[in-house]
């Protein structure tokens, strides 16, 4: 069973900047053979996608994010980041890692259903 873990979450002032850190544990494969995503959940709504990594050339954002946040993958460190910068007060929310092998051209879809493991999400809250 892949455990996740994230950590970076915090409050910051609306143009401020965070990055998000997504540890794996228990990899039954390789790790870079997994596809990995972040979402984030508002209070209220919907979880939604956010970026999606296969591989450093097959990366997906979610709309309008592109441009602000930068997702990114250490497979050496089993690691998962997320750059977030200019960020806006609708950016606040649960921001959840998630996981699923194998990978493939599939994922970058950021459906919630195509990801079986997750993590427990670290806090987001942008201030205006």
């Known amino acids: 069973q892949v455990q996740l873990v994230e950590s970076g979450g915090g409050s910051v002032q609306a143009g401020g900047s965070l990055r998000l850190s997504c540890a794996a544990s228990e990899i039954t494969f390789t790790y870079s053979d997994y596809c990995m995503a972040w979402f984030r959940q508002a209070p209220g709504k919907e979880r939604e996608g956010v970026a999606v990594i296969v591989s450093d050339d097959s990366i997906a954002y979610g709309d309008s994010l592109k441009g602000r946040f930068a997702i990114s993958r250490d497979n050496a460190k089993n690691t998962l980041y997320l750059q977030m910068n200019s960020l806006k007060p609708e950016d606040t929310a649960m921001y959840y890692c998630?996981?699923?092998?194998?990978?493939?051209?599939?994922?970058?879809?950021?459906?919630?259903?195509?990801?079986?493991?997750w993590g427990q999400g670290t806090q987001v809250t942008v201030s205006s």
């Open positions: 998630a996981a699923r092998w194998p990978g493939g051209s599939w994922c970058r879809n950021l459906k919630v259903a195509d990801f079986a493991y």
